[in-house]
């Protein structure tokens, strides 16, 4: 009997949050330090280390239509609470020509789960659960529908993982989990899971 | 975005007619001359009387993707650069890449044909028609300090405007940085590196960024005054103006991200 693997799936913003950022020369001044790295990077890392250790494979979600929107998160996470006295702006463009360069490596060492359009189902699903969130919007966009609706879809023996930060996966955990059978993994506690 | 030093002689390599340049000191304009198209590479030039000259050109030797073979010209040995399938590879699979995303098919398509029009040329024209477009001789000192007032005050009024512009995408964020830097950038210019300009004879020592930065900035002032006020932003063009001048320097000139001692200069 062959051993039953789950799968763990990132979404964009969690993959990208694994850079770390070369500080340019003139700008370590205001960090007394040469790498800038995502508040949740060693919780990840050390995720993605054991996954590697054991030889399980890591997914994604395919296309990766808000990559754009997630550099730019990624970015802004990676800056709050510092206080560049000296270009800033190009700083911070540093950082997403960083990610950007990151993104276009890593993506090769993830398996793909590709996003399914019919997410009509889906969305009447949450509609009629529909949550008071902390962010702005309550119902989750559609483009994490199509997540949800690509990876329920996917076949797989074991449990299937889908690790993120964003609140309209983990503020829906339970339903995620009763309907789609799906766990979703706050990114900030991905480091405790056992795999 | 930089392009390595093999990457850089490649490109022109692979631009220029049969693939080939016939002496170091062209293949050294043909390259100072990817400055005026923006294009960033690991190569530094400083002034001398002839124009534009990199040491680090003398050290090439023959590799991997280029060849040096010396050949005989009104008596004297000179050598020429070939390109090599490797080089041509390099050329095809990383460097035209790269390109891409700074240059679109017409730009690139047209700097082609200045390198071919250029390498045609002998090394005094090149260095001629450099001199003049970057105000390099002295006759021109007037003229150089007028645009670099003139840049200046452009770009301060380009520097106020950026706050009130949004960073709902990339190229509204690299817009605003391509500002930012060009403003610090030619305040540099102006305050230090040609502040003495009146004073001195030929500048020897002085570095050729400084004539490039300056010229550059007066080209992209007038895209940067469309861009900002235009809905949808041209990422291309943005990005490699923005790859230009913030990339294309290292250590070694002053006005650098990688130099440690910046906030110095700018403060």
């Not at chain 2, 001359?33 to 690991?42: E, G, Q, S, V």
């Not at chain 2, 500048?203 to 006020?229: R, T």
């Amino acid at each position: 009997m062959g051993i039953i693997k789950n799968t763990y799936a990132f979404d964009d913003s969690s993959i990208l949050k694994l850079c770390t950022v070369n500080i340019p020369n003139s700008f370590q001044i205001f960090f007394q330090k040469k790498i800038l790295t995502a508040r949740n990077y060693n919780k990840l890392k050390l995720l993605i280390d054991k996954l590697t250790m054991q030889d399980i494979p890591k997914f994604r979600f395919v296309p990766a239509e808000n990559i754009e929107d997630n550099i730019m998160k990624v970015a802004n996470q990676i800056l709050e609470g510092y206080n560049i006295q000296m270009l800033g702006i190009v700083f911070k463009t540093e950082i997403i020509d960083q990610l950007t360069e990151f993104n276009d490596q890593i993506r090769k060492e993830f398996l793909e789960i590709v996003k399914d359009g019919d997410i009509y189902g889906i969305k009447q699903t949450f509609e009629s659960n529909l949550k008071e969130l902390n962010k702005e919007d309550n119902m989750p966009q559609d483009d994490d529908l199509k997540i949800i609706a690509g990876y329920s879809r996917y076949e797989c023996d074991g449990n299937k993982y889908l690790i993120t930060e964003d609140e309209h996966f983990w503020g829906y955990g339970d339903l995620i989990l009763k309907n789609f059978n799906i766990y979703v993994v706050k990114e900030w506690e991905c480091h405790t899971l056992n795999v | 975005m930089i392009l390595s030093k093999d990457e850089a002689v490649c490109l022109i390599l692979g631009m220029s007619k049969n693939g080939e340049v016939s002496s170091p000191t062209k293949l050294n304009k043909l390259l100072a001359r990817l400055n005026l198209y923006f294009i960033p590479i690991d190569f530094s030039f400083l002034l001398n009387k002839f124009g534009s000259f990199s040491a680090d050109l003398s050290s090439l030797q023959a590799n991997d993707y280029y060849g040096i073979t010396p050949y005989s010209y009104m008596g004297r040995s000179v050598n020429k650069f070939i390109l090599k399938p490797k080089g041509q590879e390099l050329f095809t699979e990383t460097i035209k890449p790269k390109i891409d995303k700074i240059l679109t098919d017409e730009e690139f398509n047209s700097l082609k044909k200045t390198i071919q029009y250029l390498g045609s040329l002998s090394v005094t024209e090149i260095s001629d028609n450099e001199h003049k477009k970057l105000l390099v001789d002295i006759d021109d000192r007037f003229k150089l300090k007028q645009k670099i007032n003139e840049n200046f005050i452009e770009l301060s009024d380009l520097y106020q405007q950026i706050s009130k512009l949004p960073e709902n995408k990339i190229a509204e964020i690299r817009l605003k940085a391509l500002v930012e830097y060009c403003y610090y950038l030619i305040k540099y210019l102006k305050e230090k590196r040609f502040k003495h300009l009146s004073e001195q004879e030929y500048d020897f020592d002085a570095h050729m960024f400084d004539y490039y930065f300056l010229y550059n900035i007066s080209q992209v002032i007038p895209f940067l005054n469309k861009q900002i006020s235009e809905k949808e932003k041209d990422a291309i063009a943005i990005n490699k103006f923005y790859q230009y001048f913030v990339n294309s320097v290292k250590e070694e000139y002053p006005f650098s991200i990688d130099n440690q001692n910046l906030r110095e200069l700018i403060v």
